[in-house]
């Protein structure tokens, strides 16, 4: 999910190096797993296992506290129609260029949902295997 969000709300010359952040997260995230396995593969006790869980369960805690102070995605409310929410989480945003034009993208991302559901209107997966 955090790629889509970074996508919807962050100002578009951050979403690049936030993309690689992620990514870069997803990779040490890895090492770290290999050497925290690596350094308890050799146990013999109980602690051998369950300290890995411990470690796994430790990260959603402060995520958890992370997403308590994010902000709604703007598209989240256009997609429920609630246009007034999409525009005042536009104005929470920390970039004033889009906070003073709020209303016109408010009016971009109605255009655009419209379109997309227009585009999805009578497809299904069923369609991809169908012939011409």
Same mark, same amino acid.
């Given at each position: 999910m955090a790629p889509t969000y970074a996508s919807e709300v962050f100002? =578009?010359?951050?979403? !690049? %190096? *936030?993309?690689? %952040?992620?990514? *870069?997260? #997803?990779a040490f995230g890895q090492l770290n797993s290999a050497?925290?396995?690596?350094? +308890?593969? !050799? !146990? @013999?006790?109980? #602690?051998s296992y369950r300290i890995l869980f411990a470690l796994q369960l430790t #990260?959603?805690?402060? *995520? +958890?506290?992370?997403? +308590? +102070? @994010?902000?709604?995605?703007? #598209?989240? %409310?256009?997609?429920?129609? $609630?246009? $007034? =929410?999409?525009?005042k989480m536009i104005k929470c945003l920390p970039s004033p260029s889009q906070r003073d034009l709020a209303k016109q993208r408010v009016a971009l991302m109605v255009h655009? $949902? !419209? *379109?997309?559901?227009?585009l999805s209107e009578n497809t299904s997966y069923l369609q991809c295997f169908k012939g011409h």
């Open positions: 100002p =578009m010359a951050l979403r !690049g %190096y *936030l993309a690689v %952040y992620l990514n *870069l997260c #997803w050497g925290v396995q690596s350094a +308890f593969s !050799g !146990g @013999t006790t109980q #602690w #990260w959603p805690i402060p *995520l +958890f506290l992370i997403l +308590f +102070f @994010t902000l709604e995605s703007p #598209w989240h %409310y256009v997609r429920k129609g $609630d246009h $007034d =929410m999409a525009e655009t $949902d !419209g *379109l997309e559901r227009s």
